[in-house]
C-alpha cells in the first residue's frame, strides 16, 4: 500500500557530508510527521531528526548543528542532510513517517527498510 524508500548512504572519510533521501510512494492523502532513525552495531534504534509539515523540526543532541532533516511535501520526500560526520555516526539510517492513505484515510506508521552510512578513515 505505501512503502518508504531511503537512499544516498555509503562510506564517507570522518568530516565528510552525505545527503539521505527518503520518497514515499503508494496510494497516499497526506503525510504527517516525517522522521529518520538509526541503529548502530549493537545500538538501540534511536531517532536522529524529526519534522512535521510545515518544517518544523527537532533534533537529537548528539546530530544538532550537524544534521538538517527537510521535505518536500509534494513529492512525499523527506531528506537529512549530515555534515562534519564523525565515527560515532555510523549506523543504518530508517525512514519513518505517518501516512494517511487514500484508500481509507487511516493513519499508520510506515518503516523504510534502511540505508547504511560508514564514516571510516
Known amino acids: 500500500q505505501v512503502q518508504l524508500v531511503e537512499s544516498g548512504g555509503g562510506l564517507v572519510q570522518p568530516g565528510g557530508s552525505l545527503r539521505l533521501s527518503c520518497a514515499a510512494s503508494?496510494?497516499?492523502?497526506?503525510?504527517?510527521?516525517m522522521n529518520w532513525y538509526r541503529q548502530g552495531p549493537g545500538d538501540q534504534r534511536e531517532l536522529v531528526a524529526m519534522?512535521?509539515?510545515?518544517?518544523?523540526?527537532d533534533y537529537a543532541d548528539s546530530v544538532k548543528g550537524r544534521f538538517t532533516i527537510s521535505r518536500n511535501n509534494a513529492q512525499n520526500t523527506v531528506y537529512l542532510q549530515m555534515n562534519n560526520l564523525k565515527l560515532e555516526d555510523t549506523a543504518n539510517y530508517y525512514c519513518n513517517a505517518d501516512v494517511v492513505s487514500s484508500t481509507d484515510y487511516r493513519s499508520k506508521n510506515w518503516w523504510g527498510q534502511g540505508t547504511q552510512v560508514t564514516v571510516s578513515s
Open positions: 519534522i512535521d509539515r510545515t518544517g518544523n523540526a
Open positions: 503508494g496510494i497516499i492523502f497526506s503525510i504527517g510527521i
